[in-house]
């Protein structure tokens, strides 16, 4: 990990990182008259620590085609949802009212498409009666904690890249998302 960077500066992943002797950085976007510059700092931060890697984790800002492509194949995000279905906010108010049995987690390359990049890896969780949206966000972000590490681990390795907009694990095309399996079992 060469730095944590965040667009707010109050949030624990910047003093766990300080704490730990890491680098930590905010580019605050409220800090700039538009989306072009507060992207243009935040390069500047990302490539003064030249990352093979950005990690996504909680951003809450839709990034520009120009920073994206800036990046591009070297950015993962983790989204609440089992996309293709529900990009975007609101996802397990949504699960719930589209009446899903199942819900869960993505790990996909961020792209220009909003939440549209391609899946690397999923985890699943069962809806249970009586799930609220902040119950049914609960047991997936449980599940967002196993499966986050696991893919940034085989990415690290070189087990996991983008070529041609195709997820490539060890060296051969996969043509649906990997799985975490055993998840469906654990509903508290």
């Not at 196993?146 to 070529?163: A, F, K, N, S, T």
Request: glycine share 6%; net charge negative; proline share 7%.
């Amino acid at each position: 990990v060469v730095c944590v960077l965040s667009n707010r500066p109050d949030v624990l992943a910047l003093e766990r990182a300080r704490k730990a002797g890491v680098p930590a950085h905010c580019v605050d976007h409220t800090e700039h008259g538009s989306r072009e510059a507060f992207e243009a700092a935040m390069i500047d931060v990302l490539d003064a620590v030249r990352p093979d890697w950005i990690v996504m984790a909680g951003f809450m800002r839709i990034l520009t085609p120009h920073f994206v492509r800036h990046y591009a194949g070297r950015m993962l995000n983790i989204h609440p949802s089992l996309l293709p279905k529900y990009p975007g906010l609101n996802t397990h108010a949504r699960a719930l009212e589209a009446g899903d049995r199942v819900a869960g987690a993505s790990v996909h390359f961020v792209t220009e498409a909003l939440d549209g990049g391609p899946v690397i890896m999923q985890a699943a969780v069962p809806v249970v009666r009586g799930d609220t949206p902040e119950t049914l966000a609960r047991r997936v972000l449980g599940q967002e904690h196993i499966l986050y590490p696991e893919v940034v681990r085989r990415v690290c390795q070189g087990r996991i890249c983008l070529e041609n907009e195709q997820v490539i694990l060890d060296g051969v095309p996969i043509d649906k998302p990997l799985r975490i399996e055993n998840c469906l079992h654990q509903v508290a």
